[in-house]
């Protein structure tokens, strides 16, 4: 026999071991069930039948989407036929899947490869530890205004500013994009949702700078091995897609899969039905026992806002002029007799000179001249004592989302009895603990009446129906003079007829604010509508939100309407709010809301349940 016949038959006979080989670990991987199991289910982000993954690309058996037994076929005929032998091979782009097959089947003789980029990666990152990271609400952007969190690989370098973040987000430029354009895609689905990897310290940036968010960061008692698992799941879905939707397949929902895959005993998505809030992963998180060590890092906003409660108003006006350059250093000390003052009015001097920059009220040119001014005035005056901002309440004290509520009130006289259900998610009426101060997000708010009138049948009513209410009673200070704002709409039965009517109100005003309370005033326009007309009008109105400690508060709200027909309505509401556990409240109130005919006095009594 010549040599060319034998190394066809060479070859012929090392295909068909090489076949009947990978057959054998088919068979094995089939009795095993492997393709069954949880963990093959987490690599490939499978819920119910079907992978949430999109992207084709990522699937290795052209039915992988929706067959994980194909998929896991695929997926062994493809680590032992590699084309190539860099970082395009099987074996680089899905090290945690390779890793997994090789314990469960004891794969021998596959292939070498050399992944590159992989290992340049984990040698960059050198993965110790992971931690959570919560950014608090950000109200004006429509993607972050129930927070955002992501997760931080550390490593073994001692500033946590050298770690590396995984976020996962809309592939989309707020900036550029209209944003309710952006809210309505985000709610169906009309952007992919990537994973993107980048050094910590820019995520920092962004939110603690530029839009101005406290970060809560929850470390994690993740083992290396788990870490490490994290680490190779995170390389395999790094470049693919999934749609991404506001509700539930979100930035926080699709951390949960990676930390899923790096401890498959947890079930953090278990804990979530129709929506997945951000801090409210965190109270998964918790539950699954998974938080061990808890920091917070305070925003330049709130470190700018702990300076202005300790400099008198002269100084914070000086401190104002200082940083736009309206006065020379010198000029303004001068004025400071104590040292510690003088310190602290620098210091304020110098955040507020890099928030001018930031917002792009100083040009780079302009901003480093006086920040460099004041920094080395501040250098000649020695170490001082370190101011710190004054810590919020952890967001895993606030309560959950969605609200059951039973209210029994007296009615001009007469008993009603109401029934509530919100999806989501705080009203400024509620407590705060663990939210943002002043702030209202709420979507699909129904509330059912049933009421007896004497003389009258029994009646079940629709009371009201909030669409969606959102509202930023932003406070006024020295330092930041934002204006405040609110909009809804929906039904309800506050109009002079006493009728269920569909409306629509914009507004804007001020707030200013103390530690025990605030006070605003706000100009709302709004519309009512009914099936032959509508009603326009305008309506000034005046509140107050009070504290007593963390369990006590009190809002008062005065409203005037002036409709364009001539008409006018007074609306007045008051409520005490006592939060008796972290998910039960309690509230007494009264309501007066003026009528064409009898005006309505209601006096309320009312418990809510957060679930």
């Given at each position: 026999?010549?040599?060319?016949?034998?190394?066809?038959?060479?070859?012929?006979?090392?295909?068909?071991?090489?076949?009947?080989?990978?057959?054998?670990?088919?068979?094995?991987?089939d009795e095993k069930q492997l393709s069954q199991m949880r963990y093959w289910k987490l690599l490939l982000h499978v819920k119910g039948e079907e992978s949430e993954i999109d992207d084709s690309a990522f699937f290795l058996s052209k039915d992988g989407k929706t067959d994980v037994k194909s998929e896991l076929h695929a997926t062994i005929d493809a680590l032992y036929n590699e084309t190539?032998?860099?970082?395009?091979?099987?074996?680089?782009?899905?090290?945690?899947?390779?890793?997994?097959?090789?314990?469960?089947?004891?794969?021998?003789?596959?292939?070498?490869?050399?992944?590159?980029?992989?290992?340049?990666?984990?040698?960059?990152?050198?993965?110790?530890?992971?931690?959570?990271?919560?950014?608090?609400?950000?109200?004006?952007?429509?993607?972050?205004?129930?927070?955002?969190?992501?997760?931080?690989?550390?490593?073994?370098?001692?500033?946590?500013?050298?770690?590396?973040?995984?976020?996962?987000?809309?592939?989309?430029?707020?900036?550029?994009?209209?944003?309710?354009?952006?809210?309505?895609?985000?709610?169906?689905?009309?952007?992919?949702?990537?994973?993107?990897?980048?050094?910590?310290?820019?995520?920092?940036?962004?939110?603690?700078?530029?839009?101005?968010?406290?970060?809560?960061?929850?470390?994690?008692?993740?083992?290396?091995?788990?870490?490490?698992?994290?680490?190779m799941h995170i390389w395999e879905v790094h470049n693919t897609y999934s749609w991404y939707y506001f509700f539930d397949e979100n930035c926080s929902y699709n951390m949960l899969w990676l930390l899923e895959v790096a401890r498959p005993s947890v079930h953090l998505r278990e804990h979530f039905f129709y929506q997945v809030i951000p801090p409210e992963t965190l109270f998964a998180l918790?539950?699954?026992?998974?938080?061990?060590?808890?920091?917070?890092?305070?925003?330049?906003?709130?470190?700018?806002?702990?300076?202005?409660?300790?400099?008198?108003?002269?100084?914070?006006?000086?401190?104002?002029?200082?940083?736009?350059?309206?006065?020379?250093?010198?000029?303004?000390?001068?004025?400071?007799?104590?040292?510690?003052?003088?310190?602290?009015?620098?210091?304020?001097?110098?955040?507020?000179?890099?928030?001018?920059?930031?917002?792009?009220?100083?040009?780079?040119?302009?901003?480093?001249?006086?920040?460099?001014?004041?920094?080395?005035?501040?250098?000649?005056?020695?170490?001082?004592?370190?101011?710190?901002?004054?810590?919020?309440?952890?967001?895993?004290?606030?309560?959950?989302?969605?609200?059951?509520?039973?209210?029994?009130?007296?009615?001009?006289?007469?008993?009603?009895?109401?029934?509530?259900?919100?999806?989501?998610?705080?009203?400024?009426?509620?407590?705060?603990?663990?939210?943002?101060?002043?702030?209202?997000?709420?979507?699909?708010?129904?509330?059912?009446?049933?009421?007896?009138?004497?003389?009258?049948?029994?009646?079940?009513?629709?009371?009201?129906?909030?669409?969606?209410?959102?509202?930023?009673?932003?406070?006024?200070?020295?330092?930041?003079?934002?204006?405040?704002?609110?909009?809804?709409?929906?039904?309800?039965?506050?109009?002079?007829?006493?009728?269920?009517?569909?409306?629509?109100?914009?507004?804007?005003?001020?707030?200013?604010?103390?530690?025990?309370g605030y006070l605003y005033m706000m100009l709302d326009g709004l519309a009512y509508y009914d099936d032959a007309d509508s009603t326009l009008g305008v309506s000034p109105s005046l509140g107050t939100v009070l504290y007593k400690g963390e369990k006590f508060k009190t809002n008062l709200d005065y409203r005037y309407r002036l409709f364009h027909n001539g008409q006018r309505q007074h609306?007045?509401?008051?409520?005490?709010?006592?939060?008796?556990?972290?998910?039960?409240?309690?509230?007494?109130?009264?309501?007066?809301?003026?009528?064409?005919?009898?005006?309505?006095?209601?006096?309320?009594?009312?418990?809510?349940?957060?679930?």
């Open positions: 026999m010549t040599g060319l016949p034998r190394l066809f038959l060479f070859l012929f006979s090392l295909h068909v071991s090489l076949f009947s080989h990978i057959n054998n670990y088919h068979t094995l991987a190539v032998f860099d970082d395009n091979a099987t074996a680089c782009r899905f090290p945690a899947r390779k890793a997994w097959l090789q314990k469960e089947l004891k794969l021998k003789n596959l292939p070498l490869v050399t992944c590159k980029s992989y290992d340049t990666l984990i040698e960059k990152i050198n993965p110790q530890s992971v931690t959570m990271v919560f950014a608090d609400a950000h109200i004006n952007s429509p993607a972050s205004m129930f927070g955002h969190t992501f997760l931080r690989i550390d490593s073994s370098h001692e500033s946590k500013l050298l770690s590396h973040a995984i976020n996962y987000s809309a592939n989309a430029d707020q900036k550029t994009e209209n944003g309710v354009v952006f809210a309505i895609k985000g709610l169906f689905g009309g952007y992919p949702g990537i994973y993107s990897l980048l050094p910590y310290y820019e995520k920092l940036k962004e939110y603690k700078n530029t839009e101005q968010r406290d970060i809560w960061e929850y470390e994690l008692n993740l083992t290396p091995e788990e870490v490490n698992r994290m680490m918790k539950q699954e026992h998974l938080i061990q060590k808890e920091r917070y890092r305070p925003s330049k906003r709130s470190m700018l806002l702990a300076y202005e409660d300790i400099l008198s108003l002269k100084k914070q006006n000086n401190a104002i002029t200082l940083a736009r350059g309206n006065a020379s250093v010198d000029e303004v000390l001068d004025t400071i007799s104590s040292l510690e003052q003088k310190r602290y009015f620098l210091e304020a001097s110098a955040e507020l000179c890099e928030y001018y920059f930031i917002e792009n009220h100083l040009d780079k040119e302009k901003y480093l001249e006086i920040f460099q001014s004041i920094l080395q005035a501040r250098s000649k005056l020695g170490v001082g004592k370190s101011l710190h901002a004054r810590e919020p309440q952890n967001p895993l004290n606030a309560h959950k989302s969605s609200r059951l509520s039973y209210m029994l009130a007296s009615r001009n006289g007469y008993a009603s009895h109401y029934l509530g259900l919100r999806a989501a998610y705080q009203d400024i009426f509620e407590s705060d603990i663990g939210m943002l101060r002043g702030t209202q997000i709420e979507f699909f708010d129904l509330l059912l009446s049933y009421s007896q009138y004497q003389e009258e049948k029994s009646q079940l009513e629709l009371e009201k129906l909030i669409i969606i209410s959102l509202a930023s009673y932003a406070q006024r200070g020295s330092f930041f003079q934002p204006f405040s704002w609110r909009m809804r709409t929906g039904f309800d039965r506050e109009y002079l007829d006493d009728k269920s009517h569909f409306n629509f109100t914009l507004g804007a005003g001020e707030t200013w604010g103390w530690e025990w609306l007045f509401n008051a409520s005490q709010l006592y939060q008796m556990q972290q998910n039960i409240a309690f509230k007494l109130g009264y309501e007066y809301i003026e009528r064409f005919g009898e005006n309505e006095n209601r006096f309320k009594a009312r418990i809510d349940y957060y679930f």
